[in-house]
């Protein structure tokens, strides 16, 4: 036997096991960098793509929309013409209810618009008006025009629209320097003679924003004693619905 097979094998030689250490050791930064260098554009991607979808809502948000209805545009002699109209079918309903027999009036857009525009002070007040309450309609009822400066933003102008059997409002809010269109759409009801109103659409500027996130906050908003007072239908009414695009009231 020779002396090579009666050696003992303790394993490599010291300079191979050098050379394998050395080798590992200066492939370790590369591994290392190039595992960091993989992944840093996803990471990057990832922020660039949260960032853009944000301007984009900001900016549907800021967008001016395309009106949801045709609302009217009335002429201030003509306004007060529709105001004095609305006056006089909401005293005929009344006479016959003081009188003990069943009535009903229809109220058009023109009218509710223009009894809201003289509500707010832009058209003249009338005799009629000074004698007899006016309903609760929904021109009422999502606007928060009594909100004090310190408070949410103030209700710069509003329009509305009777479209079927739904009433669609369009609110034009100042913020922040800019001008954001809020629209509301729903459906109106009648409970306990306070008039309610159930939301199918809802869009700040051009963004839709889903009903779910909405409804249950407009609903506890019109439960507050402030705006659900502004809500309460008149003895004489005992019923209102929207249908044809007009407001029937009995």
Known sequence: MSRNQLRPHFGSPPQAQYRESWHNARDMPTATAAQQKSGFPWLKTIRWTLLAVLIIVVMLMIKKPAPPATFP??????????????????????????GGYAAEVRLTSEELNSAFQRSQGQLPQTAANTTTPEPATPPTSPAPTTETSEGPPQVKSMQFAMVGD???????VPRYGLDVYVTLAGSLSSHD????LK????????????????????????????????LKLPAFVSDHRVENGELGIV
């Open 73 to 98: 545009q009335l002429a201030p002699d003509v306004a007060a013409a529709s105001a004095t109209s609305f006056d006089a079918k909401l005293n005929e309903l009344e006479r016959a209810r003081q």
């Open 166 to 172: 739904q009433v669609v409002g369009q609110f034009v």
């Open 193 to 196: 003679g306070y008039v309610g």
């Open 199 to 230: 939301p199918t659409l809802f869009k700040v500027g051009d963004l839709n924003v889903p009903i779910g996130w909405v409804d249950s906050v407009l609903q506890s908003k019109l439960a507050e004693p402030e705006h659900r007072e502004k």
